[in-house]
């Protein structure tokens, strides 16, 4: 098959329809793709095979200039054929590439730029505590930061623009968006069903290091790692590997546990005293009888199992919490534990979630001892969920009060 000279096969309709439009342009074309890497496997393979064919047709019978937009450098892709049954590297399927421009964070000046920019449209100012908050909760992700300005300043809920915003008017705006889960964060949470994007936050949630001496399956642990820093939702700590920014520590959770807090069935109004404040044993008590009824929502699930536990547990609390309060979580890999730190009703609750081993109890009541101190709390609560299938269901929901470093510490067994 030929089209004015140029030999078209069949397979390559993308570069064919490509061709066709620039054949008939008076003037060579600009191609933009976005969101290219959404193709994926021999979808992507095909693609990028085709606009490597079509280069030397330019600029008469094909674009003049590509750029391809994306989360990730094209020569970084490393893409499984199923036809060929091997990874090809980006970079061999595609290799004409002429520059790469990448959209770093923004810094905490380029954030008051920014906002500078809509005080100078407007005369709404920001307190220097609003624009540090904002910096904070965002790491400088682009998309973050602009969601935030426009839920400040232009939503339903916005602020005036005769008022100053305060550091309390960004954490509103913040807990209405990872509420709200725009296209942006909708587009993430979908995300976490990827294999290996689970494996690596499971990792995280859980405090553990995904170490092992394979140098094959290490190779792959690397490149999921690499996968997620690029898309941005993991960044190397000081703590080690932990999710990008608090918006994105705050929505995972909630988007792993959003369908087991619908399947539970509590009234929240249950745990509230009659004076508004929180009935913490009465939700842990309640916990313990619901965990012994309904285990299988732990030992039956079939993604993030290590953290099966940690997510059945924040569910029903979140689905508590969700009526006056809000949770704060801490968590990184390497860790060792997930913290949790209630606030509710002008109250506070600490919790040390830990997988069971050896050293859990020991480690458990140093760490969450050194947590209490950190919040100013004198009592919080140790919960160490086994590993292993129940075989005694009496040593489940054991209590004991413990004592370490001046803080009074509940440990659970679970």
């Not at 990874?87 to 002429?98: D, L, P, Q, V």
């Not at 520059?99 to 923004?106: A, G, H, Y």
């Not at 100053?164 to 990872?178: N, P």
């Amino acid at each position: 098959m030929a089209l004015l000279g140029y030999e078209v096969k069949f397979g390559n309709e993308f570069s064919t329809f490509l061709t066709q439009w620039c054949l008939e342009l008076p003037k060579p074309l600009v191609v933009l793709m976005d969101e290219v890497d959404a193709l994926i496997g021999d979808g992507l393979i095909s693609v990028l095979r085709q606009l490597r064919s079509g280069y030397t047709q330019r600029p008469r019978a094909f674009p003049q200039a590509l750029c391809l937009i994306g989360l990730r450098d094209i020569r970084d892709y490393r893409i499984y054929s199923d036809a060929s049954q091997r990874y090809i590297i980006g970079g061999s399927a595609f290799n004409i590439k002429e520059k790469s421009i990448r959209l770093n964070d923004f810094t905490l000046e380029q954030v008051k730029e920014l906002y500078a920019q809509h005080t100078q449209a407007t005369a709404q100012k920001f307190t220097h505590h609003a624009l540090q908050r904002i910096f904070e909760l965002t790491r400088g992700q682009p998309w973050l930061v602009n969601a935030l300005g426009r839920e400040l300043c232009f939503e339903e809920q916005a602020i005036s623009w005769k008022q100053t915003v305060q550091k309390a008017d960004v954490e509103r705006a913040a807990e209405i968006l990872i509420a709200r889960c725009d296209v942006h964060l909708d587009q993430l949470a979908d995300k976490l069903t990827e294999p290996r994007v689970a494996r690596i936050i499971e990792s995280i949630l859980i405090g553990e290091d995904e170490n092992t001496s394979q140098e094959e399956i290490q190779s792959h642990l690397n490149e999921d790692k690499q996968y997620l820093i690029d898309l941005g939702l993991v960044r190397s700590g000081e703590r080690g590997l932990e999710i990008a920014n608090p918006i994105y520590r705050e929505i995972i959770p909630r988007e792993l546990t959003a369908y087991r807090q619908d399947m539970l069935g509590i009234n929240p109004q249950w745990y509230i005293k009659p004076d508004g404040k929180l009935d913490i044993e009465k939700i842990l008590a309640a916990y313990i009888k619901f965990y012994k009824q309904h285990s299988e929502l732990v030992t039956k699930r079939r993604t993030y199992t290590e953290a099966a536990h940690h997510l059945l547990f924040m569910a029903w609390l979140q689905r508590i919490v969700n009526s006056g309060g809000r949770i704060s979580r801490e968590y990184a890999a390497g860790l060792g534990r997930l913290d949790l730190c209630i606030e509710f009703a002008d109250e506070r609750f600490a919790f040390e979630l830990k997988l069971s081993r050896k050293e859990a109890l020991t480690e458990g009541k140093d760490q969450l001892a050194d947590y209490l101190h950190r919040l100013s709390l004198e009592h919080g609560w140790l919960v160490i969920f086994s590993r292993k299938a129940v075989s005694d269901w009496d040593a489940i929901g054991k209590r004991e009060w413990v004592e370490k470093g001046g803080k009074k510490i509940e440990v659970i067994w679970l």
